[in-house]
């Protein structure tokens, strides 16, 4: 969903750098896949096409923090 948004923090050898891939238009949500000492996070459309993809070393980062956007409650959802 638009707004939703990963930000990852990794170790640049000295300092940390700070990535952030977020669902820029309506309809796209991000995706985060972990394997193989790889941690792939994507956006994708409602199609399931990848827009852009930032792929990290797992041993490198320092934080991965997935912010979803505030969804709506609606009557006839449970408690």
């Known amino acids: 969903m638009k ?7 990794v ?8 990535y952030e891939v977020a ?8 995706e985060v ?3 193989r000492g790889i941690v792939e ?8 096409t990848t827009v852009r993809t930032a792929r ?3 041993s490198r980062i320092l934080a991965l923090v997935e ?6 409650v609606l009557p006839d959802d449970e408690a």
């Open 67 to 72: 912010h979803p956007v505030q969804r709506q």
């Open 56 to 58: 990290f070393m797992a």
């Open 33 to 35: 896949t972990v394997g």
């Open 23 to 30: 669902a820029t238009r309506a309809g796209r949500r991000v």
């Open 11 to 18: 170790d640049g050898g000295g300092m940390p750098l700070s």
């Open 3 to 9: 707004g939703d948004r990963v930000e990852i923090v």
């Open 41 to 48: 996070v994507s956006e994708i459309t409602r199609g399931g």
